[in-house]
């Protein structure tokens, strides 16, 4: 008679063991499409990239939209500026509606100022006409600094 209660105790056990792992697994990947519903547009996760995709790294921002490690992808011409239309968008009072572009031309990655009022830096050095990109470049917005990634193993940026 025992055995067969420590028999049944055991298979209720493992059905009961079976019912939680089903329902972490639902959890789990419901949990996955509602993390890519939030993504903020332009906002990949890395391993969706190639590797020697380019993108911008917030690494320094006062901005609340804004937050250290955002990372944008440039897989297509990006402009940057306070308007709602831009493909990042710097809510700064320093940031032109439309204040740089990042556009890529035979397999180089550009930086160029459309007009802004407070200008656009590569490095500390003002953009006065379009420059190309190097791995590691910091771009600054108003008061939003980028860092340009070029190569996904060269993430020695945020210092």
């Not at 590797?51 to 992808?73: E, Q």
């Not at 306070?82 to 439309?98: H, P």
């Amino acid at each position: 008679m025992f055995a067969v209660l420590l028999l049944i105790l055991r298979y209720g056990f493992l059905f009961l063991l079976g019912i939680f792992i089903v329902m972490l697994v639902k959890w789990m990947v419901s949990d996955l499409y509602m993390e890519q519903e939030l993504r903020p547009a332009g906002q990949k996760e890395m391993s969706e990239t190639k590797a020697d995709t380019g993108r911008l790294v917030v690494i320094n921002s006062s901005l609340a939209d804004l937050n250290y490690g955002d990372t944008f992808l440039i897989d297509r011409d990006i402009i940057l500026g306070r308007d709602s239309g831009s493909s990042i968008v710097i809510k700064d009072t320093f940031a032109s509606n439309q204040h740089a572009r990042v556009f890529v031309r035979q397999g180089q990655y550009w930086l160029e100022d459309i007009g802004s009022t407070n200008g656009t830096f590569v490095n500390e050095a003002q953009v006065k006409q379009p420059v190309v990109l190097a791995d590691g470049d910091r771009l600054r917005v108003g008061s939003v600094t980028f860092q340009f990634v070029r190569w996904g193993h060269e993430v020695g940026l945020y210092n």
